[in-house]
């Protein structure tokens, strides 16, 4: 039987925080004179490592356990089992379990509770050896893996921070500060390690296209961030993948100065991404399982169906069945978006985590319906092509927010499962105001130039 706070949870954690504290420290020292954003490196990461010791008493003395307990019983498990094991335990983490690996547990160390579910297995494969560093200490393999996962989603942040110089403390705000996203975010669980490898994704991607350095080692990240979404929550490379298509022509795009020859060759641009897209899909299904194309509706329909029942415990919703057909989950769209984007509401808090999500979502729900009435749709098209970056912000906010809520009817699950597309949106929210204004400057200073030619003629 594992134990979650021990003794060991009293002297591993400020070991810890001490050495994330001066290593904080000198980064943020090492870079804030050329780039002041990274002012704002220490009091996320600061956080982040609250909410990871706030997450595990949450679990153990709240919920009595749940999933962040269970990956840590297993990694807890593996842990044990290297030190009698540790060339079967290497094994599995590379190659995953079999009758011999298997025959390594006993009474003494546990087996894995998640080893029936490939998906689940695989947080236990990648975390149990901070487990084992952290001398199987909860609160400090939670505070490393927060670490480490911190690292990813920084570099996002400075992604945004070098398209839009302007908006640090916005971007920061997005990024860092939003409490559902670093709560659920800051845990052992699979959103934790997907949020990191969306953020690793983009910006390795950007770093490529946009500062021309470090190819290899980018590329490695791509497909590093790649392998993790498709074996921990495969549906989220799906999201990623047609705002990345159009991000990526977009910019070589926007390269070609001739405007005669964008126009001509924009739409060849725009198809070849789209094929290239659908051949990776195909190329990768057999390793999908469930998540393949052709089962990918089913799945859908058999989520959904599944979250809703009772003994989900008053926590569920529901928005209306729908069939496993392309049409079918189309007319869920809206419904689906707007819950995974503005629910639970304010009434629908049942218990003080719900009540914190509903406030937060609601002031979501203001912001939104704010720009939108402020700059009407049509120009919200406008900024989209203006800025490629915003294209895969929102593509990717709105195909996630779609996947999330059409697949989940239960709010627990919910307010996890949309975090990685929370930053994303929230962040979209802000540069679409900026743009909107500076669009705004821009329209004002054309008209007063029209003007002044009418005067001077």
Known sequence: MVEYLTFVDLIVPPIFFIIFYFSAQSIKYSHIETNSSFRYYYPGLLVKLIASVLIC????????????????????????AF?????????????????QVWYSFNFETGWPMYSYDEHAFWVDRLVWPLCFVSFNSFIGTTMLLS????????????????????????????????????????????????????????????TIIKLKKQVLKNIFFILLASFLLLKIKPYIFFALLPGTTVWIAGFFLGRIENKLLKASIAPMILVISAVAGYL?????????????????????????????????????????????????????????????LFRPYLWEGYN????????????ILLLTIYLLLRIKVINLFRLMFRHHFLFLSVTFSLFF?????????????????????MPLYIASLYIIYASYEELKSEDKEKIFVKESDVIRR
């Open 57 to 80: 008493l949450v679990y153990v003395f709240y919920y009595q356990g749940g999933d962040t307990t269970s990956y840590f019983h297993d990694c807890v498990s593996i842990s044990k």
């Open 83 to 99: 030190i009698g094991h540790p060339f079967q335990m290497i094994k599995l983490s590379i190659s995953g379990l079999d009758a």
């Open 147 to 206: 670490f480490i996962c911190y690292q990813a989603i920084w570099r996002l942040y400075q992604t945004l921070v070098f398209e839009f110089p302007n908006l640090q403390r916005q971007m920061a705000i997005a990024m860092f500060f939003i409490p559902s996203v670093v709560f659920w975010g800051s845990g052992i669980l699979k959103d934790s390690i997907t949020f990191a490898a969306v953020a690793l994704f983009i910006s390795s991607i950007h």
């Open 280 to 340: 990776v899909l195909g190329a990768i299904g057999d390793s999908l399982g469930d998540y393949r194309v052709e089962n990918v509706l089913t799945k859908a329909v058999t989520t959904q169906q599944d979250l809703k029942q009772d003994y989900y415990g008053g926590s569920s919703f529901d928005i209306g069945d729908f069939d496993p057909t392309i049409s079918g989950i189309l007319r869920k769209a809206p419904l689906a978006i707007n819950a995974a």
């Open 352 to 363: 003080p985590g719900m009540l914190v999500s509903g406030i937060e979502n609601f002031i």
């Open 401 to 421: 927010a779609f996947s999330v809520g059409l697949t989940t009817s239960n709010f627990g699950s919910l307010v996890r499962y949309k975090i990685p597309a």
